[in-house]
C-alpha cells in the first residue's frame, strides 16, 4: 500500500508525512519495513509477517486476541509467549500498554482451563487497551483489502442495476407475449 492511499481514512499529505512516513520517503512511495529480512532471521529465528495481508489471512478475531494474549514466558528467547500462538517469536511489543500477564492452568475433569492474569498495570487499563487493539486491528483490516467500501458500494449499485433490468426485461417479455396467449 502507498502512503498517500490514508487520504481514504482523513489523513492529509502532512498529517501522513509527519505521522506515518519515518524513513525520508515521499507521500506516493510504498510503505516498506526498514527491517531487512536477513537480519531479522537472524534476530527472531523467522522474518516477521507482511502485516499488510495478515488480517486476510488471520482473520480479525484471531488478531484481536492474539494481540491481547501475550503473557510473560521464561522459558522463551524473549520472555513472552502467547496464548494462542505457541512459542511465537515476537515480542510483546505492545507490553508498556498492556503491562505484564500472566498464565493461569486449572485442571478440573473437564481437562486444562487456561486464562491470563494482569500482574503488572501498564499505561492503560484493560477497557483502554482493548479499544486500542480493537483499532489497530480494524486499521489492519483496512490494509489487507483499503478498496472494500468501494467494492461494498458499486456491488449494491450492481444489484440494483441488474434488478432494475430485470424489471423492464420481464415488462418486455409480457408486452411481446400478451397478444399471442
Ligand atoms: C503493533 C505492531 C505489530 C503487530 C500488529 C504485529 C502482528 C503480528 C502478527 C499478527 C503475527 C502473527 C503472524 C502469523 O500469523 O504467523 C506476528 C508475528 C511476528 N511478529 Fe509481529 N507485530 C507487530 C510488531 C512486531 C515487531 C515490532 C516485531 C519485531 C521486533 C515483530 C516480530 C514478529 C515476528 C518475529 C513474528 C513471527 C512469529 C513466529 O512465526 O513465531 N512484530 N506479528
Do not use: C
Amino acid at each position: 500500500m502507498r502512503y498517500n492511499r490514508h487520504r481514504d481514512i482523513g489523513f492529509n499529505n502532512e498529517e501522513i508525512l509527519n505521522k506515518l512516513v519515518f524513513t525520508g520517503q515521499k507521500v506516493g512511495d510504498l510503505m516498506q519495513s526498514a527491517m531487512r529480512k536477513k537480519e531479522a532471521e537472524k534476530w527472531f529465528g523467522v522474518v516477521p509477517p507482511d502485516l499488510s495481508v495478515i488480517a486476510r489471512s488471520r482473520g480479525a478475531d484471531w488478531l484481536y486476541t492474539y494481540l491481547r494474549a501475550f503473557y510473560r514466558d521464561d522459558s522463551t528467547v524473549t520472555g513472552w509467549n502467547n496464548l494462542v500462538f505457541d512459542r511465537a517469536a515476537m515480542p510483546h511489543v505492545l507490553y508498556k500498554l498492556q503491562g505484564e500477564q500472566r498464565l493461569v492452568v486449572k485442571t478440573s475433569d473437564k481437562g486444562e482451563q487456561k486464562s491470563l492474569l494482569l500482574d503488572k498495570q501498564g499505561e492503560m487499563n484493560k477497557a483502554e487497551f482493548d479499544k486500542f487493539v480493537g483499532d489497530l486491528v480494524n486499521y489492519l483490516v483496512y490494509l489487507g483489502e483499503p478498496h472494500a467500501n468501494t467494492r461494498k458500494e458499486l456491488g449494491i449499485i450492481v444489484m440494483a442495476f441488474l434488478l432494475g433490468m430485470l424489471i423492464l426485461s420481464y415488462a418486455l417479455k409480457r408486452e411481446y407475449w400478451k397478444d399471442i396467449h
